[in-house]
């Protein structure tokens, strides 16, 4: 399944954004769906994970309480909100899907990714 990030951009620090991911299929509705980013220099990190079955979510640390991964009713789209931003929190965006659940952090586990989609914060 192809997958399209999209809701990045500029914005201030203390800022907000929501970034959009949705499938060529039409369809999440059985899948785990994570976000990661990357950072020039960096490896790509795991950001947010929502489960398919019982709507459980994961988060890095480094976003905990600021970042909330959600999904629509019709499981056509997975959200991610980016409450009070930091220039840490630049990079380029990938939402990332599979079909088993758990392990949100392990990249290998993902079958589909995104293109990308860049957010950068300013001081």
Known sequence: VQLQASGGGLVQAGGSLRLAC?????????STVAWFRQAPGNERAFVAGSGW???DTFYADSVRGR??????????TVYLQ??????????IYYCAAKVSSGN????????????????TVSS
């Open 104 to 119: 949100y952090a392990f990249k290998p586990s993902y079958r589909s990714w995104g293109q990308g989609t860049q957010v």
């Open 22 to 30: 949705t499938a060529s299929d039409g369809t999440f509705r059985r």
């Open 82 to 91: 980016m409450n009070s931003l930091k220039p840490e929190d630049t990079a």
């Open 53 to 55: 079955n019982r709507g």
């Open 67 to 76: 970042f909330t991964i959600s999904r629509d009713d019709a499981k056509t």
